[in-house]
């Protein structure tokens, strides 16, 4: 993220010592250059940097500050604990607020998804689920049946195992991933299905893909399917009509471990706890969540695991001592981190945050639909308080500038008080669950105009003609 405008010096001198942070997915090439935007406080939906620039949340962080920011009661919430206990080990003993919120957790997950593995994040979730399969099959005396089904564009996480499941291309160049414990299905991505073809039927083909997959490979080969319900950060992809709960029933047939990665989508974001189940009907074997566990206000996520995995566990292990799940971190049900998480669910369910999601999220998804035309806009697509917005060209192909071009639309948006994530050509917004339908309308004029910009600029460097 690129500051728009010259930095004063206090800012500047910050700006110098962040480039000893080395962030997330930074160039090599360019980090002597970064010049980030510093945040230094934040209320609600607006953040302040350093010179006094204020900017909505369009991402509500990174998919996670689910309620915005600056809530105290969270705040307190998180103090108390750590006044009253700020840590005490996993292995071997329990705090309050963990005991307190597997329980809970085990009560709002679907079906028999009643044990909680506590973790730090969404990778260290997905990670121990994936490990968990490999145990679990380990256990039951069948170490042939481990392959991971995973699809082109999602994103797991970033340890090496959930990045070896993760899907977009880019991410893995000058990367080594375990390549030969993966099966990578097609993307479900409607924007781009084959020519001709209707929806329900590249639903059909896709279904049908991973059949064939199964077929081919055998059943007992593979272990799990992992898959968001909704693939964010690949570029907040929703299925076709049908598709998750179909892809579960090849699950279901095959004795293949379904698990829903509901990192983005768990805790309020499609207007629910947890997606997979209210949403899309179907109940899948292990549920992973994080970021709105705790509304973002502390690293914390789980890996809900179903009970019937563990009933088949025990029927086998019997009392032999040796079988251990040797997985786990030193944060594992972090006290304060809990205690974010329980209060991050008292007000979810007090102030129906989720009933509000889906009063609002139609028109957070309909407004957004009216940038379809402008001439850099290709698809705008999204559920719940999710969307993306795509550039093309004019015949909806990638455009020659798809690295820039996410970054000039927030570049101009940020100047105009809005911040946008982007994503290669895509910008993409998962805003605070609170915002109002006056915030929606706001947000998406400011994003018109960034694009709008956008578009000058391009015309004006020659990349495209007006
Ligand atoms: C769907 C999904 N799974 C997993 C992760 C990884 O979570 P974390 O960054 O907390 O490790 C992310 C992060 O954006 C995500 O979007």
Not at 82 to 101: C, D, E, K, Q
Not at 290 to 301: I, M
Not at 314 to 335: E, K, L, M, W
Not at 399 to 419: A, F, N, V
Request: proline content about 5%; charged content about 25%.
């Amino acid at each position: 993220m690129h500051k728009p405008k010259a930095a004063s010096s206090a800012t500047a001198a910050l700006q110098e010592k962040d480039r000893r942070w080395l962030h997330p997915w930074d160039r090599p090439n360019l980090i002597d250059d970064n010049a980030r935007t510093v945040f230094h406080q934040a209320d609600g939906h607006v953040l302040s940097d350093t010179d006094g620039h204020d900017v909505i949340d369009g991402p509500g962080g990174m998919w996670c500050m689910n309620l915005g920011h600056g809530v105290e009661e969270i705040a307190d919430a998180m103090a108390e604990q750590a006044r009253r206990l700020a840590y005490s080990s996993p292995w071997g003993t329990a705090n309050p607020p963990s005991a307190i919120l597997a329980e809970t957790l085990a009560g709002l997950a679907p079906g028999d998804l009643d044990r909680v593995f506590f973790t730090t994040g969404g990778s260290t979730a997905n990670d121990s689920a994936l490990r968990f399969v490999a145990f679990y099959n380990n256990v039951l005396g069948r170490p042939e049946k481990k392959l991971i089904v995973s699809r082109q564009n999602a994103y797991h996480g970033s340890t090496l195992l959930t990045a070896s499941v993760s899907g977009k291309e880019r991410d893995k160049s000058h990367l080594d991933t375990l390549s030969d414990q993966v099966i990578f299905l097609s993307s479900p991505n409607p924007y781009r299905r084959p020519k001709g073809v209707s929806e329900s039927a590249f639903c059909d083909m896709l279904v049908e893909e991973f059949r064939h997959t199964v077929a081919t490979v055998g059943a007992d080969r593979i272990a799990a399917y992992i898959a968001e319900p909704v693939l964010a950060s690949g570029g907040v992809i929703v299925p076709p009509e049908g598709y998750n709960r179909r892809m579960w029933e090849v699950c279901r047939a095959n004795d293949i471990i379904y698990i829903s990665d509901e990192v983005v989508t768990a805790f309020g974001r499609l207007g629910h706890m947890f997606a997979s189940h209210a949403v899309y009907g179907f109940v899948p074997d292990i549920i992973t969540c994080a970021k709105g566990l705790t509304a973002g206000y502390a690293p914390l996520g789980a890996a809900i695991v179903s009970e019937r995995l563990f009933a088949n566990l025990r029927q086998v292990c019997g009392d032999d001592p040796g079988v251990i799940f040797a997985n786990g971190y030193t944060y594992s049900g972090h006290p304060v981190a809990c205690a974010a998480a329980l209060k991050t669910i008292e007000i979810l369910q007090r102030d129906d945050v989720l009933g509000h999601v889906r009063r609002v999220a139609p028109r957070f998804q309909a407004r957004l639909r009216t940038l379809l035309d402008l001439p850099l806009v290709g698809d705008v697509r999204g559920t719940g308080l999710m969307a993306a917005v795509e550039a093309t060209d004019e015949k909806h192909a990638p455009l020659e500038k798809d690295r820039e071009i996410g970054e000039m639309i927030d570049t101009q948006c940020q100047k105009l008080g809005l911040l946008v994530r982007p994503i290669v050509n895509l910008c993409v917004l998962s805003p605070p669950l609170t915002v109002t339908g006056d915030d929606v309308d706001d947000i998406v004029q400011r994003l018109r105009r960034g694009i709008e910009l956008a578009w000058e600029e391009l015309v004006d460097r020659g990349v495209v003609t007006a």
